[in-house]
């Protein structure tokens, strides 16, 4: 996943996961001269949720002497997520969340000049998405997902996923016992309900049979492995609005972002 003079741009929102990515990417840091790590928090401007996470990062940033850069929705696209939850768009506030956290973290990162984004999603995370996207019927998604994805056009910056082969349990545990202090209320907007359904379905799975979740992970990635080449590279062009790569007229946030304003 990491090259020796790679500047990784990883994503901390303040939880467990992303603070635990920001230790280890930290340590691994001071032993290779030529890279370089800079944190990125999101500001999605969710009330009495997100200041407590982005001091805990801040904090946390300060301690490993990693340079933090803060970039918000209000800055950013003029909305926060507690406006859009009250706007009752017709899909969750969840939706637009992701669209806009996605493309929030790819400026930032292509402004500090980043060759890589490291995201803090784990074992679990991983293999409810593919369940997820399963369930959606969408299973090219899976293959275009996954623990490293990179444009071959190179359009978009690699994102890598160093914690995803680690448990959720296995992080918590390691968090502890390196004394990270780390948020640990829920967001208040979330309701990913079939998500939900699939993290208690895999649990229940996992006790029974210890080790599925690591079988579920390595059956996606040779479904990856097999299918890569069945899978045709999108034709991307430029959004007319804001020039980032999209296979349609206007990227996903634009078209968010005119719902909103309509
Ligand atoms: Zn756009």
Do not use: W
Not at 1 to 30: F, I, P, Q, R
Not at 194 to 200: F, S
Not at 234 to 252: F, N
């Amino acid at each position: 996943m990491l090259d020796y003079d790679d500047h990784v741009a990883v994503a901390v929102s303040g939880g467990k996961d992303s603070l635990t990515l920001l230790n280890v990417l930290a340590k691994l840091e001071d032993r290779f001269p030529r890279s370089h790590l800079t944190a990125i928090s999101v500001d999605e401007g969710i009330d009495g949720y997100r200041d407590e996470a982005l001091q805990l990062a801040r904090k946390a940033c300060h301690q490993l002497d990693v340079t933090q850069v803060v970039v918000s929705y209000r800055e950013l696209f003029g909305v926060t997520t507690d406006e859009i939850a009250r706007m009752k768009l017709g899909q969750t506030p969840c939706s637009f969340c992701g669209v806009f956290r996605r493309k929030a973290i790819n400026k930032a990162a292509a402004k500090v000049g980043a060759t890589k984004i490291a995201t803090a999603h784990n074992l679990d995370d991983e293999v409810q998405t593919v369940l997820l996207n399963m369930l959606h019927g969408d299973p090219m998604r899976i293959i275009r997902s996954g623990p490293v994805i990179r444009d071959p056009r190179g359009k978009f910056l690699p994102r890598i996923k160093p914690l995803c082969d680690i448990p959720e349990k296995e992080i918590v545990l390691y968090a502890y016992l390196n004394g990270i202090e780390f948020q640990s209320i829920e967001c208040p907007h979330g309701h990913a309900a079939l998500r939900n359904d699939i993290r208690a379905f895999l649990n229940q799975l996992e006790l029974k049979h210890p080790g599925i979740k690591f079988t579920l992970q390595r059956t996606a990635q040779r479904l990856r492995d097999t299918l890569a080449e069945a899978a045709p590279l999108i034709e991307l062009q430029q959004c007319q609005r804001c020039g980032d790569p999209t296979p349609h007229e206007l990227c996903e946030a634009c078209v968010m972002l005119e719902a909103i304003a309509a």
